[in-house]
């Protein structure tokens, strides 16, 4: 899969194979907590200590019904734009993206990079391996997952700097 | 007099620079870091990626000090981007 500018207000996935279409359809629902503990904590954490007992009272009413707002809202984005994306049956895919929703791509991808690497307990080290395991669990698969949707990141990152 | 008292400790409250900190996390990308500081900040790429690599490698980088008000609202926009950011005193 290549990302990069189509048009000055779009940008371009061309030539998606068919698990990258099937793992970029797979980031709404990732993103998803489904009211996991850890994974709420992880994307709503503590803007300061446990002194600032008022403050951190008055963030989780004011403020993090916004940030899940905002949250949802990318992954709407990200959901409604990836619709658009045909079933590719062994062919490989295209899907053009308009540039104004790149914010929600990089944050829908980062809550769902967040969300897997909480729930599957994964380490900084493994975290930062890049080579392909000898055999895959399933962890290991998530793994490639989470290193999937980074790249895809990382590319959208180096269009909209390329500006 | 218990009124001036109150309202000298409010004015001190407030005069107390604070800290916006960012702290490390391994799953948030170096060049996803730096974008945020670029944007939240205004920071040039260089002081961007300054601070950046500080959190990689300290674990955490004091990226903005001064009012209360602007650093809460720093941390929520920082927040917004999914990264882990806290205020505190400064020293």
């Known amino acids: ?163 | 007099m218990a009124e001036t008292v109150v309202e000298t400790k409010v004015e001190t409250s407030l005069g107390i620079p604070w800290n916006v900190v960012v702290h490390d996390d391994p799953v948030n990308l170096m060049s996803y870091v730096t974008m945020v500081f670029q944007r939240v900040f205004g920071f040039s790429k260089d002081k961007a990626q300054h601070h950046m690599l500080e959190v990689h490698h300290k674990g955490r980088s004091i990226v903005w000090t001064g009012a209360r008000e602007r650093a809460e609202f720093y941390v929520q926009q920082l927040h917004g981007y999914l990264l882990l950011a806290t205020l505190e005193r400064a020293e």
């Not at chain 1, 709503?44 to 993090?64: C, I, M, R």
């Not at chain 1, 399933?138 to 990141?153: G, K, P, S, T």
Request: a negative charge.
């Open chain 1, 1 to 163: 899969m290549l990302i990069r500018q189509l048009k000055e207000n779009t940008i371009e996935l061309v030539d998606i194979e068919p698990i990258e279409a099937e793992l970029l359809r797979q980031v709404p629902s990732v993103c998803d907590t489904g009211e996991d503990s850890r994974s709420e904590a992880r994307l709503f954490t503590s803007p300061a200590n446990s002194t600032e007992g008022q403050f951190l009272s008055d963030w989780a009413e004011y403020v993090q019904p916004g940030l899940r707002q905002l949250f949802l809202s990318a992954r709407t984005t990200v959901k409604e734009d990836l619709e658009k994306l045909p079933e590719l049956k062994g062919r490989l895919g295209r899907l053009v993206v308009p540039r104004t929703h790149c914010d929600a791509w990089l944050n829908a991808l980062n809550q769902a990079r967040l969300i897997l690497a909480t729930k599957f307990n994964f380490t900084d080290r493994e975290l930062s391996m890049h080579e392909a395991p000898k055999w895959f669990s399933r962890r290991d698969m998530v793994l490639q997952q989470i290193n999937f949707y980074a790249e895809v990141q990382e590319r959208i990152i180096d269009v909209i700097e390329d500006e």
